[in-house]
């Protein structure tokens, strides 16, 4: 299979930006930092599920960090693969890491404490790429977005699932419209995304959620600003996600975004954080396991 994305070519901070991984209080907006870093760009916090550390990537290495940041962080061993992205997660039993290859466009399972990388998806005839976004609550079933090339286009996106043993993909999104980010709710009765579904204006992503049979889909968010990856709680009453400026074509990296939470059915929505960044700041789920903090990355420029 041919990848849809060509090399690993990693963003680095601009000069007099710093990467701060921080934890917010999701009722006051509240944060602290656990790790500042001003070489590398971290991405995409993942919450262990024995509340301990954050998973973060950064220049293809996944790292772990003691959530009180008392330690510095301890790159995680993935053997060959030295391409993770910032989509990736931690299984509920907390012994392995499914994360996403930039460059091949594969998805792979992982030992928490490192190892041999096992290949989960399936080799294409035509380009295509795997960005990891969920799993289901039983641990057997991931959501990925699917990058391909279709009717002209080369890099549409649509919704799949895989068991995570291998096996076959099965295609969620029966449209065309661009839709990426599918998560499970705790429950396992829905699936929350973003997409351009019903929107006149090319790159104006809304939030949505569907029955994981696909009936009952609904937009949760209808807005100006351009909105993306809903993330949700263990305990299914909020989520959060990240709310781009009016006019934004994907999920830019160092722009002002707002992270904002809301009830899983869109209503009650407020502001959390302001945040100066985007691509990095919350593209996987990142939530405490008791559901009142997250984190998230800021990339603030010195004054």
């Not at 945040?275 to 789920?285: E, P, R």
């Amino acid at each position: 299979m041919t990848s849809i994305i060509r090399r690993a070519d990693w963003r680095t901070l601009l000069p007099g930006q710093r990467s701060e991984l921080r934890v917010a209080d999701v009722a006051t907006g509240s944060s602290s930092v656990v790790f500042v870093s001003t070489e590398l760009v971290v991405e995409a916090p993942n919450w262990t599920p024995d509340g301990r550390f954050l998973v973060f990537n950064a220049a293809g290495s996944l790292y772990r960090i003691a959530i009180d940041g008392s330690e510095s962080p301890v790159r995680i061993d993935t053997g060959w693969l030295d391409d993770n992205n910032n989509d990736h997660l931690v299984s509920a039993d907390g012994s392995t890491l499914y994360c996403s290859s930039e460059v091949g466009g594969h998805l792979f399972a992982v030992p928490f404490e490192g190892g041999t990388p096992r290949q989960i998806s399936n080799e294409r005839p035509s380009p295509f790429g795997h960005f990891l976004q969920g799993i289901s609550p039983d641990g057997s079933t991931i959501a990925y977005t699917g990058a391909e090339e279709r009717d002209g286009r080369a890099f549409a996106q649509s919704l799949y699932t895989i068991p995570v043993a291998g096996g076959a993909d099965v295609r969620i999104s029966n449209w065309d419209e661009d839709s990426v980010g599918c998560e499970y709710s705790p429950d396992g009765e829905w699936l929350f995304f973003t997409s351009e579904l019903g929107m006149t204006r090319p790159g104006h992503m809304q939030l949505h959620r569907m029955r994981v049979d696909g009936s009952d889909r609904e937009r949760l968010t209808n807005d100006d600003r351009v909105n993306w990856f809903p993330k949700i709680a263990p305990d299914g009453h909020c989520l959060v996600y990240l709310s781009f400026p009016p006019g934004t074509r994907g999920h830019e990296a160092n722009v002002p975004v707002i992270i904002r939470s809301m009830r899983p059915d869109g209503t009650d929505r407020r502001d959390v954080a302001h945040v100066f960044g985007g691509q990095g700041t919350l593209n996987v789920n990142s939530w405490a396991p008791d559901s009142t903090h997250f984190a998230y990355v800021d990339y603030p420029l010195s004054q």
